[in-house]
């Protein structure tokens, strides 16, 4: 070169030979010398090309294989490369064209067809990718890469079944290849198999310590596992190294979301979103977080988007979520209908419309919650009161076994109770149409926890939602919502996919049996002062917005003495609840929060306090009934939505409709002349003192009411007639 630094053939070897040596700056600036004298060489302009690959210049490296194909149309490599270096600039359709191209000249290149499967599921055309992948095979059948990326379609088909066996093809192959290793973890997870999908994650990452992909593999295993601690470690590992990464930031979110460390879940999805701001419902999860923590002050706004993009048709919030946050049934409908048709569409269905008939109507309640929690507390008296005469019933259960007193009451209170934990939403489906299901009633919905998908396989004549989520779900395999005239007036039927099967008195069941501690504790045990007026609300925080806290804090300041009695969720909103009470002018002292104690021990408690204040837009449900229950006052106000009238609902089965207010101003002025009468006070609890003669308490009666509803969805079904919303005529005792 230092005789003749202009001479072509120099330059380029020496390009070549800095390549070998592992110096691709040098060998790109070389051969770009290179063609600059000689513009008419293929050879160099595909070099080049893939030298600019190497360093991640993807653009330059399109032209420089444009112009050696330009030079040389059926130049085989240049096709090759140009289209896998299309595809990771995710240009997809020209990405194709010239793999279509480079597959005319070179059909029997088993590594190209996978690379051509790999941009059709980067594309979204994961179906259309299994038949590159099986033209690779049909050449080289010992390829690991070819089967690990066609369990990779397969898992986005949500075929995890299939995908599982591809994977262990891989394996056997490759033993030690970590992508084969996570796409059998992820497979076994989306199986639900999750103690065994802790094996191939934690192999991975005994290969490669800081592999983020298994890290956040075993990560999510363990988020499911609720082993949240473990599941936070391991996101910690992967945003030390890669803070690029979206997914590690939602996952630890959620774990620490479910930590109660609320403001830190919040700010790792603020950290997600400014990573991309289109991550699917995760700018709704992030304003229920914070409203977790009682931070309202980017509320007004927040509201504002989520409303707006739910009207475009955008993934903006989960379902529930917005249940909790919304007044309007019109949208509530609008994001269920959005993601159910995201996350769990229908599928082929199971059931064919066969007509069983069965000697006993064979019913099975779908659940997370058979132990000791606030839907099995209502429901428990129900499950053993059902006719067996006339009815089977199964419990189809997908949550812990807590070994509670509650668990241990369940399990007999059936015919049969089914553990589906390790199976996956398919197999349990499956499970149903074996066992010959006539009504499937879910009875999470869309909350946390639900498998909204095991209905989606339609395995069952008739499937119904019930009691777990006052919305609808928006799903065209449910037929029926159990409500009452109250939570779903006629105006606002046309907000509910399912039809309505209408109870006559509420829609909430209960269970006369539950059980209140004898001792009730000091007012000084419970914190409180040991005279004044206690208003109490025992709701969850993220129910307690701007503006009924507003009316509460005018409450306090109108009642001299009184104090504001919640329930203690997390740090955060402890410390907000008290700096939003001091911004209005209330000493943060007068805010009281009592701690998380068993069931029998809180419903004692109530009597400590003198009256409940209900929420808006999502009220008081279980914790109306348990105050009702325990002989406390409730004061509601009636929303715009099922969950803003569930009190109203409870208070008109109970005979307490003068606690059932239209407006917050009326609420307020409500809850003042209680406040300070202490005559009506006492009217009011001697009324609650006969609550076991009320419709709302009458466990046999509400399961005569039900059965009712059932058998008619029944009879329908068996007449070949579509489901339809009716009424219940109470049945004879």
């Known amino acids: 070169l230092k005789a003749s630094p202009q001479h072509f053939q120099t330059l380029y070897l020496l390009g070549i030979i800095s390549s070998q040596l592992g110096q691709p700056k040098e060998a790109e600036r070389l051969i770009g010398e290179a063609v600059k004298v000689n513009p008419r060489a293929p050879d160099a302009f595909y070099n080049r090309g893939c030298l600019l690959q190497r360093l991640n210049r993807f653009d330059e490296a399109v032209d420089c294989f444009d112009k050696a194909i330009t030079l040389k149309p059926d130049y ?38 996978i690379e051509h499967g790999n941009t059709l ?79 191939p994650f934690t192999y991975a990452l005994n290969l490669d310590r800081e592999n983020a992909v298994s890290l956040v593999g075993r990560g999510n295993v363990l988020l499911q596992l609720r082993r949240l601690d ?25 774990a620490l979301f479910q930590l109660k460390r609320v403001a830190e879940a919040a700010r790792d999805y603020e950290k997600a979103l400014s990573l991309d701001s289109s991550i699917p419902y995760a700018c709704g999860n992030l304003v229920l977080y914070k409203v977790h923590g009682a931070d309202w002050r980017t509320l007004d706004g927040d509201l504002r988007e989520i409303a707006a993009k739910v009207r475009a048709g955008e993934r903006v919030i989960p379902p529930f979520a917005h249940v909790a946050l919304s007044s309007s049934p019109e949208e509530l409908l609008l994001s269920a209908r959005i993601g159910m048709s995201d996350k769990h569409p229908p599928k082929k269905p199971l059931w064919r419309g066969e007509r069983y008939r069965h000697d006993r109507i064979r019913i099975a309640y779908l659940s997370a919650d058979f132990h000791a929690h606030a ?57 149903l149409r074996e066992m010959e299901i006539d009504i499937a009633i879910d009875l999470k919905g869309l909350t946390r926890e639900a498998r909204p998908g095991i209905l989606s396989y339609r395995a069952v004549p008739v499937q119904m939602q019930y009691l777990g989520y006052p919305s609808t779900m928006g799903a065209p395999y449910v037929d029926y919502v159990l409500a009452d005239r109250i939570v779903i007036p006629d105006e606002h039927r046309r907000f509910f996919s399912e039809a309505v099967a209408y109870l006559p008195d509420s829609y909430q069941c209960n269970d006369a049996k539950r059980p209140i501690a004898a001792r009730t504790p000091s007012r000084s045990e419970a914190g409180l002062p040991q005279s004044g007026f206690v208003f109490c609300c025992f709701n969850n925080s993220y129910k307690i917005l701007p503006p009924i806290f507003d009316v509460w804090m005018r409450l306090l300041k109108e009642i001299e003495g009184s104090v504001l009695w919640l329930l203690e969720d997390n740090a955060t909103a402890v410390a907000n609840f008290r700096r939003e009470a001091e911004m209005r002018g209330v000493a943060a002292s007068r805010v009281i929060f009592a701690t998380r104690v068993g069931a029998a021990d809180h419903l004692a408690r109530h009597g400590l306090a003198n009256l409940f ?31 803003g009238r569930v009190g109203a609902s409870l208070l008109s089965a109970i005979g307490m409709p003068e606690m059932i207010t ?29 609550k076991h003669s009320a419709a709302l308490f009458d466990t046999r009666r509400f399961t005569r009411n039900l059965e009712a509803a059932l058998l008619t969805m029944h009879e329908r079904q068996q007449r070949g007639e579509k489901p339809a919303s009716f009424d219940v005529n109470e049945p004879a005792a």
């Open 375 to 431: 839907t099995a507390h209502l429901m428990a008296g129900v499950f053993e009161n059902h006719d067996r005469k006339r009815f089977e019933t199964a419990a189809i259960s997908y949550g812990p076994d807590d070994k509670s007193e509650m668990r241990a009451r369940l399990v007999p209170a059936f015919d049969r109770f089914v553990d589906v934990r390790n199976r996956s939403d398919a197999e349990t489906a499956a499970l």
């Open 662 to 690: 239209r407006s917050l101003a009326e609420y307020e002025a409500a809850a003042l002349k209680i406040a300070r009468d202490p005559v009506e006070l006492r009217a009011l609890r001697t009324k609650l003192a006969t």
């Open 76 to 113: 085989f490599d240049a096709l090759a490369n140009r289209a896998v270096t299309l595809s990771i600039l995710n240009r997809f359709d020209e990405a194709l064209a010239a793999f279509d191209k480079a597959l005319r000249i070179g059909p029997n290149v088993a590594p190209l067809w």
């Open 230 to 254: 473990e599941a936070v470690a391991d996101f910690d590992k992967v945003v030390k190294t890669r803070s690029d990464l979206v997914e590690p930031f939602i996952n630890r979110g959620s």
């Open 121 to 199: 599921r980067d594309a979204g055309r994961p179906l259309d990718s299994l038949k590159s992948y099986d033209n690779s095979l049909s050449l080289q059948k010992q390829s690991a890469e070819a089967w690990q990326n066609r369990g990779l379609a397969l898992l986005m088909l949500n075929r995890p079944e299939e995908a599982l066996l591809d994977f262990d093809r891989a394996l056997k192959v490759a033993p030690d290849s970590i992508a084969a290793l996570n796409g059998r973890g992820n497979a076994l997870a989306e199986l639900r198999h999750y103690a065994d999908a802790l094996v």
């Open 613 to 643: 204040l209900d929420t808006l837009p999502y009220g008081a449900h279980t914790t109306a009934s348990d105050a009702l229950w325990a002989g406390l006052p409730v004061l509601t106000c009636l929303g715009a939505t099922f969950a």
